[in-house]
C-alpha cells in the first residue's frame, strides 16, 4: 500500500526568518568553514551548501555564526550522520530534540539521514555500519523514519549506504528493501552514486543493474564523492567511501545515466577530508552542474519540439 504522508516545512512561530531559495537542479557542495571568506568575497554564485547536522548542535559561536551567513544568500542541504535509522533501539529522542530545533532554525531546503545504524546504548560510533535486509530491519527502520518525519514535520531524505560486508540473513536485495522504506513512509531518497559504485565493486555485482532496480521516482537529491582504492586481506580491490578527493570517471559516468532518467536533480559534491582549495572544489560542483545543465536543455527543447 502506498504511503500518503504529507509533511510541510515547520515555519517559526515569528514567521520566516531566512529567504527560501530554490534548491531544484542546482549542484552544491559541503560547506567548510575554511573557504568561508572566499565564498562571501565572490558573492552569491548559485548553487547550494550541505552540512552536516552534528557539527552544529551548540547553542552558538562560530559554527553557527558561519552557517547564518550562508544561510542568508543560498539554499543549504541539512545531512544527519548520527541518527542511525538502522539501529536496533528506539531513536535517541535527545538527538532527535536537537536535530529538529536545526531544522527550525536554519529551514534547511533538503533533510537528510543515512540507511544504517551508528550507536549503541548511549555510544555513538564514527562508522555507518550495515544492516540486515529483512523484514524485521524493515519494520523498524520505517518506524524509525515515521518518528524522524513526525519530530520534524516534514519528509525526509534516506540515503543509500556503502557497504563491505553483506548479511547471509538478508531475504531482500538492497534496491527492493529502499523501495519499501519509501514506499511505506513517504520518504524521499537521496542517491549516492558513489556509494552505488563502491558497494557494487566490493561485493561484485552491476552497477548499471543497481541503478535499474533502484526507485528513482523518489530521489531528491544525489551525492557525488571520491574514494580511495586499497585491497583486502586477500589482495583484492577494496574501495573506501573516504569523501577525500575528485569524483572518479566511472562514477560521473553513473551519474550522467541517473541524470538521463531522473531528470535534473539537488546534487552535492562531497569533500569531507583533504579539503581543497575553494576553486577546485567548486569546480567539481559546476561540472556537475554542466550535466544537469545540459539534461534540462534537451528536456526543453524535447518539449518545443513536440509542442510545435
Known sequence: MQANHSYTVGLAVDGLRLPAHPIGGLAGTSFKHE??????????????????????????????????????????????????????????????????????????????????????????????????????????????????????????????????VAFQESTMTETEFIGAIAQQTGCGLLLDVNNVFVSAVNHGY???????????????????????????????????????GPVADGVWKLYEIVVDKRGPVSTLIEWDSNIPAWPILRAEARAAQSILDRRSSISARGYHDAAA
Open 206 to 244: 552491476s552497477a548499471l543493474e543497481y541503478l535499474s532496480d533502484f526507485p528513482l521516482a523518489a530521489v531528491e537529491e544525489v551525492h557525488l564523492a571520491g574514494h580511495a582504492e586499497q585491497t583486502d586481506d586477500e589482495g583484492e580491490l577494496l574501495l573506501i567511501d573516504s569523501h577525500d
Open 35 to 164: 573557504h568561508l571568506t572566499e565564498i562571501i568575497s565572490n558573492g552569491p554564485t548559485g548553487g547550494f551548501f550541505e552540512v552536516h547536522a552534528e557539527n552544529y548542535m551548540g547553542a552558538g559561536g562560530p559554527p553557527h555564526r558561519a552557517l547564518e551567513r550562508i544561510r542568508r544568500d543560498y539554499p543549504v542541504s541539512l545531512h544527519g550522520v548520527c541518527m542511525s535509522i538502522g539501529g536496533p533501539r528506539a531513536l535517541d529522542e535527545r538527538h532527535l530534540a536537537r536535530f529538529r530545533a536545526l531544522v527550525e532554525r536554519y529551514e534547511p531546503a533538503l533533510v537528510s539521514e543515512h540507511l544504517a545504524w551508528s550507536s549503541h546504548e548511549t555510544t555513538f560510533y564514527n562508522d555507518l555500519l550495515p544492516l540486515p535486509y529483512t523484514e524485521a530491519s524493515l519494520s523498524r527502520v520505517c518506524e524509525h523514519i515515521d518518528r524522524m518525519q513526525n519530530a520534524i514535520r516534514r519528509r525526509m531524505l534516506l540515503e543509500n549506504p556503502s557497504t563491505y
